[in-house]
């Protein structure tokens, strides 16, 4: 939702009859199951989206969208939750929560100890309970790291994370350049498709998105179709 979204925004704002209708429902959808999904790292991630789809587009209507969406958040959330980020000691906290925190600490721990090469494709699961503390409750059934940097320098090291940047570098210049897209269709994609990257790649500090099948497919898919039509 939160890399699909910035796109309907975008194709809603420059498109005109049945096609802008469609965009903005499936836009007010989105967001309202982003809200009442009660997910703070969604939430984080869209709003960054959108306030990039503004700089792209240099329009105002997607950063107003975002603040909009910060405030109908904390108007909405249940008593029980505000209760819960009170008690928490810090905005990391009320953000990651603990568990996410404990994570990346065994992440964090498996990069210096291979800091180069990390601990193998595909064994972050594996080594878990290797680099956990021996309480650790989920020694047993270990999780992803839930932040896809840290997965992926543990699980190839920082020349693997290098590689993803220069990746992400080489993207990021043609999303900048105007060069042959002479084509308004083709300029509102590159900045929906744009603004949807930067969603999920700020969600990805929350989840291990690429390490899920279904998730990575969407990462590449607009990596596909931005240099495609870059």
Avoid at 101 to 125: D, E, I, R, S
Avoid at 148 to 156: F, R
């Amino acid at each position: 939702l939160t890399s699909l979204i910035p796109l309907a925004l975008a194709v809603a704002q420059t498109r005109a009859g049945r096609v802008r209708w469609l965009a903005l429902a499936a836009c007010v959808a989105g967001m309202a199951a982003l809200l009442l999904g009660l997910s703070r790292a969604g939430l984080a991630a869209l709003v960054a989206g959108l306030v990039c789809l503004g700089i792209f587009q240099r329009r105002w209507l997607p950063a107003a969208a975002a603040v909009l969406l910060i405030a109908v958040q904390l108007l909405t959330v249940p008593e029980p939750v505000k209760q819960w980020a009170k008690d928490q000691p810090s905005f990391l906290v009320k953000l990651a929560s603990p568990d996410r925190l404990g994570y990346w600490h065994v992440a964090y721990k498996m990069v210096c100890a291979h800091p180069l090469v990390g601990v193998g494709a595909n064994t972050f699961v594996k080594s878990f309970s290797r680099y956990t503390w021996p309480e650790d409750p989920f020694r047993e059934t270990p999780p992803y790291a839930h932040n896809m940097y840290l997965h992926l320098a543990a699980e190839l090291g920082l020349l693997g994370l290098g590689v993803f940047g220069l990746l992400l570098l080489r993207v990021g210049r043609l999303l900048w350049s105007d060069d042959g897209l002479t084509h308004e269709w083709l300029r509102v994609a590159r900045d929906g498709l744009g603004a949807g990257l930067v969603a999920y790649l700020v969600l990805g500090c929350f989840e291990s998105s690429l390490f899920y099948s279904r998730a990575s497919i969407v990462f590449w898919m607009l990596i596909a179709l931005i240099v495609s039509w870059a």
